[in-house]
């Protein structure tokens, strides 16, 4: 049951570069979307989000935007530096009767290539 | 930064054992959450917990599981009888008090529970 769905489980971009992530999910009850980072040996950490009612979201390099009628949404990291290099987790979360887990994806291993 | 913290960091154990994982999530956090990475899948919910009971769990989280909170510092899960694939990482969570379920949950650093 993969209602957040990450289809590249890889991505290697040039330091100084553009990094796109991408994310797919089903539900249509989902109203808040997260990306989360993590590093071997750590747990997630939270990176950014954005509420359904908006399509884009910035927080210093990174951009997440949200295309409601796909249902995608893509983390953009601009410019991608070597620290950026880590496994990045889609997540969503549905506002059902107060329902608050967060349901992941797979996640897409970055590597920041110098 | 306050963060999450988790012990032990790894965890070996035979098959049918007990185990306890340890939580110490942030002090003036309200809710509660424990999640696992079986190796190479997705991270999956297993339960919240919120005002000394759970508020919900999944279809994971079966009768060999259980949680408690036996202070005011600690957040424990417990695995009654492991199984082969009770082995992953377990990873705790905890959100601060608020009205909105968009409040960040501040993941801890894992422990990694291996069942021979």
Known sequence: DQQVKQNSPSLSVQEGRISILNCDYTNSMFDYFLWYKKYPAEGPTFLISISSIKDKNEDGRFTVFLNKSAKHLSLHIVPSQPGDSAVYFCAARADMNRDDKIIFGKGTRLHILP | ?116
């Open chain 2, 1 to 116: 930064e306050p963060e999450v913290t988790q012990t032990p960091s790894h965890q070996v154990t035979q098959m049918g054992q007990e185990v306890i994982l340890r939580c110490v999530p942030i002090s003036n956090h309200l809710y509660f959450y424990w999640y696992r990475q079986i190796l190479g899948q997705k991270v999956e919910f297993l339960v919240s917990f919120y005002n000394n009971e759970i508020s919900e769990k999944s279809e994971i989280f079966d009768d060999q599981f259980s949680v408690e909170r036996p202070d005011g510092s600690n957040f424990t899960l417990k695995i009654r009888s492991t199984k082969l694939e009770d082995s992953a990482m377990y990873f705790c969570a905890s959100k601060p008090p608020g009205t909105s379920h968009t409040d960040t949950q501040y993941f801890g650093p894992g422990t990694r529970l291996t069942v021979l």
